[in-house]
């Protein structure tokens, strides 16, 4: 995700160059998101995490150890 499209649109433009030269595939360009919008990125960030990531519940505590 990088946020600032025209700002960084130097990498945009080498990432299309990359694929043109085949250096990379064009499913490669699916994993970066270039926008202006902090809604559109957060939602791209939550929905990563909630496809590739699993969050582990908190170990419960021992009564033995006083904890």
Do not use: C
Not at 1 to 8: D, K, P, S, V
Not at 23 to 52: C, G, P, R, W
């Amino acid at each position: 995700m990088i946020l600032g499209r025209h700002y960084f649109e130097d990498i945009q433009e080498f990432v299309a160059k990359m694929i043109r030269e085949k250096t990379i595939s064009t499913n490669d360009q699916q994993l970066i998101l270039f926008t202006d919008d902090v809604d559109e990125a957060m939602n791209h960030i939550s929905k990563y995490i909630s496809n590739n990531y699993k969050i582990k519940s908190k170990p419960k505590r021992w009564w033995l150890l006083g904890e």
